[in-house]
C-alpha cells in the first residue's frame, strides 16, 4: 500500500476507535472523549499494540505515516497552546490578587514539592527514569512541576459538564487555574534555559518584547477575521524563534497567546475554535503521544512509578488547597471541590512532559509512567466533584 493509503488508515483509527469506546460505553461521566483518545493513545502504541501486532503495528504505523502524523500534531498542539495563552486574563486575576496569589501558590507550591519528593524517591529507587540531558535539579523540578500543573482549557470542558463553569465557584476556580498556567510556562522556561545558547535566547526574547509591541499595535487596528490569520501568522514566527534559541516551539506558542488579547475576539467564535481544533487535529497529537510510550523499564516498575506521582500530586494539590481555605475562611466544602478540580492535567501535562521528553530531560518510561498519573488524576475529578455538588444543590 501507498503512504497515502497507509496515514488515510491510521486516521480511520486515530478518530474512529475512541469515538466508538467513548459512545458505546458512555464513559463520559468519568472519562471525557479527551482522555478517552489519549488511552486510545497509548493501546495504539508500542507499549500495547506493537508488542501484540508487531507486524500490523510495523505497516501501518510505518516512518513515513508517522513523520506525516508528527507534522499534524505539532501544529494541532501549537494551536492548542496559542488558544489557551488568549484565553488568560490576568486582569480578573489582579482585582482579585491576594486570593488568587495565595491559593495559587499553595495549590502549585505544595504538590511541586510532593513531586519533587517523589523524584528523588524514583532516582533513589532505581536508574533509568532521568534523561541523558538532564540535570538532577531540571529533572527533580520538572517531575515536581508535571505533579502540579492544571489543565486549563479540560478544567473548563469539566466545569461546563457539571453546569458551574459561569457560577461564582467556577469562575474563581478559573483565576486559581489560569495564574498557575502562567507559572507552568515559566518554570518550563527556567527548565529550558541552555547557558550555551544563552545569548540566543536573550536576542529572542528581546526581539520579541519589541515585536510583541508592534503586533500588539497591528492587531488593534484590524478586523476580528484579519486577527485569527494575522495571529496564525504570529504563532508559527514565534514557535520558530524559540525553537531556535533552544526554549522550544511549545514556550513560543504559548508567548505568542499570551500577549493578545482575549476581547479582541468574540468569545462564542475562539470556543469554537478550540472546539474545531480538539475535533479536527488533536486527536493525532494524542496519538503520537501515545507513541512514545515504553515499557523497557519493566511493565510493574512504570505502574508503581505512575501510582507514587498520583499519590503526590493528588495529596498534595488536596493538601495545598485545604490550606489555603483555612488561611482565606472558605466555606465548609469549598477546599475540596476547588482541590479535586484542580486535579485535571490532561493535555497541557501532556504537553509539559513532552517538552521534557523532547529535550531528553526524562526518559521514555518517566514519560509513560507520567502521563499516565496525568490520566488516572484527570479521571477521578468528575467522580469526587459531582456528588459533593449535589449535596450543595447544583446539577
Same mark, same amino acid.
Given at each position: 500500500?501507498?503512504?497515502?493509503?497507509?496515514?488515510?488508515?491510521?486516521?480511520?483509527?486515530?478518530?474512529?476507535?475512541?469515538?466508538l469506546?467513548?459512545?458505546?460505553?458512555?464513559?463520559?461521566?468519568?472519562a471525557?472523549?479527551?482522555?478517552?483518545?489519549?488511552?486510545?493513545g497509548?493501546?495504539l502504541?508500542?507499549?500495547v499494540?506493537g508488542?501484540v501486532?508487531?507486524?500490523?503495528y510495523?505497516? *501501518? @504505523? $510505518?516512518?513515513?505515516?508517522? +513523520?506525516?502524523?508528527?507534522?499534524? =500534531?505539532?501544529?494541532?498542539?501549537?494551536?492548542?497552546?496559542? %488558544?489557551?495563552g488568549?484565553?488568560?486574563?490576568?486582569?480578573?486575576?489582579?482585582r482579585?490578587?491576594?486570593e488568587c496569589?495565595t491559593?495559587?501558590?499553595?495549590?502549585?507550591g505544595?504538590?511541586?514539592l510532593?513531586?519533587?519528593?517523589?523524584?528523588?524517591?524514583?532516582?533513589?529507587?532505581?536508574?533509568?527514569?532521568?534523561?541523558?540531558?538532564a540535570?538532577?535539579?531540571?529533572?527533580?523540578?520538572?517531575?515536581g512541576m508535571?505533579?502540579a500543573?492544571?489543565?486549563?482549557?479540560?478544567?473548563?470542558?469539566?466545569?461546563?459538564?457539571?453546569?458551574?463553569?459561569?457560577e461564582p465557584?467556577g469562575?474563581?476556580?478559573?483565576?486559581y487555574?489560569?495564574?498557575?498556567?502562567?507559572?507552568i510556562?515559566?518554570?518550563l522556561?527556567?527548565?529550558?534555559?541552555?547557558?550555551?545558547?544563552v545569548?540566543?535566547?536573550?536576542?529572542?526574547?528581546? *526581539? @520579541? $518584547?519589541?515585536?510583541?509591541? +508592534?503586533f500588539?499595535?497591528?492587531? =488593534?487596528r484590524?478586523?476580528?477575521?484579519d486577527r485569527?490569520? %494575522?495571529g496564525?501568522?504570529?504563532l508559527?514566527?514565534?514557535?520558530y524563534?524559540?525553537?531556535?534559541?533552544?526554549?522550544?516551539?511549545?514556550?513560543?506558542?504559548?508567548?505568542a497567546?499570551?500577549?493578545?488579547?482575549?476581547?479582541?475576539?468574540?468569545?462564542?467564535?475562539?470556543?469554537?475554535?478550540?472546539?474545531?481544533?480538539l475535533?479536527?487535529?488533536?486527536?493525532?497529537?494524542?496519538?503520537?503521544?501515545?507513541l512514545?510510550?515504553?515499557w523497557?523499564?519493566?511493565?510493574?516498575a512504570?505502574?508503581?512509578?505512575?501510582?507514587i506521582?498520583?499519590?503526590a500530586?493528588?495529596?498534595?494539590?488536596?493538601?495545598?488547597?485545604?490550606?489555603a481555605?483555612?488561611?482565606?475562611?472558605?466555606q465548609?466544602?469549598?477546599?475540596w471541590?476547588?482541590?479535586?478540580?484542580?486535579?485535571?492535567k490532561?493535555?497541557?501535562?501532556i504537553?509539559?512532559?513532552?517538552?521534557?521528553?523532547?529535550?531528553h530531560?526524562i526518559?521514555?518510561?518517566?514519560f509513560?509512567?507520567?502521563?499516565?498519573?496525568?490520566?488516572?488524576?484527570?479521571?477521578?475529578?468528575?467522580?469526587?466533584?459531582?456528588?459533593?455538588?449535589k449535596?450543595?444543590?447544583?446539577?
Open positions: 500500500m501507498s503512504t497515502t493509503e497507509l496515514f488515510l488508515i491510521a486516521m480511520v483509527i486515530i478518530l474512529g476507535v475512541p469515538y469506546v467513548w459512545r458505546v460505553f458512555r464513559t463520559d461521566y468519568w471525557p472523549l479527551v482522555v478517552v483518545q489519549i488511552l486510545t497509548i493501546l502504541g508500542p507499549g499494540l508488542k501486532f508487531p507486524e500490523y510495523s505497516t *501501518v @504505523f $510505518a516512518p513515513p505515516v508517522i +513523520g506525516a502524523l508528527n507534522g499534524i =500534531a505539532w501544529w494541532a498542539v501549537m494551536a492548542f497552546v496559542w %488558544i489557551a488568549i484565553e488568560l486574563d490576568p486582569r480578573e486575576v489582579w482579585q490578587r491576594r496569589g491559593t495559587a501558590a499553595l495549590a502549585l505544595v504538590p511541586m510532593a513531586g519533587c519528593a517523589a523524584a528523588f524517591g524514583l532516582l533513589a529507587w532505581r536508574d533509568g527514569w532521568m534523561g541523558p540531558e540535570q538532577t535539579w531540571q529533572f527533580v523540578a520538572g517531575i508535571a505533579c500543573v492544571t489543565a486549563l482549557p479540560i478544567l473548563i470542558l469539566l466545569m461546563n459538564k457539571l453546569g458551574m463553569l459561569r465557584l469562575q474563581r476556580v478559573l483565576r487555574a489560569s495564574l498557575d498556567d502562567l507559572a510556562w515559566a518554570v522556561a527556567i527548565l529550558l534555559l541552555d547557558w550555551k545558547r545569548g540566543h535566547q536573550a536576542a529572542f526574547l528581546a *526581539v @520579541f $518584547a519589541v515585536a510583541s509591541w +508592534g500588539r499595535r497591528l492587531m =488593534a484590524v478586523t476580528e477575521d485569527y490569520y %494575522i496564525l501568522v504570529w508559527a514566527a514565534c514557535g524563534g524559540a525553537d531556535w534559541c533552544g526554549l522550544h516551539f511549545m514556550v513560543g506558542a504559548f508567548l497567546g499570551a500577549v493578545m488579547e482575549r476581547d479582541w475576539f468574540t468569545l462564542s467564535r475562539l470556543d469554537q475554535l478550540r472546539d474545531n481544533v475535533l479536527v487535529v488533536m486527536p493525532v497529537f494524542f496519538l503520537s503521544t501515545g512514545r510510550t515504553n523497557n523499564v519493566g511493565g510493574a512504570v505502574f508503581v512509578a505512575a501510582g506521582l498520583l499519590v500530586s493528588v495529596l498534595g494539590k488536596l493538601a495545598g488547597v485545604g490550606l481555605g483555612k488561611l482565606l475562611g472558605w465548609r466544602g469549598d477546599a471541590i476547588i482541590g479535586w478540580l484542580l486535579q485535571t490532561a493535555l497541557i501535562m504537553i509539559f512532559v513532552n517538552v521534557l521528553l523532547d529535550k530531560m526518559t521514555s518510561e518517566t509513560t509512567a507520567l502521563l499516565l498519573m496525568a490520566v488516572a488524576s484527570t479521571m477521578l475529578t468528575v467522580p469526587f466533584v459531582a456528588p459533593r455538588l449535596l450543595r444543590g447544583h446539577g
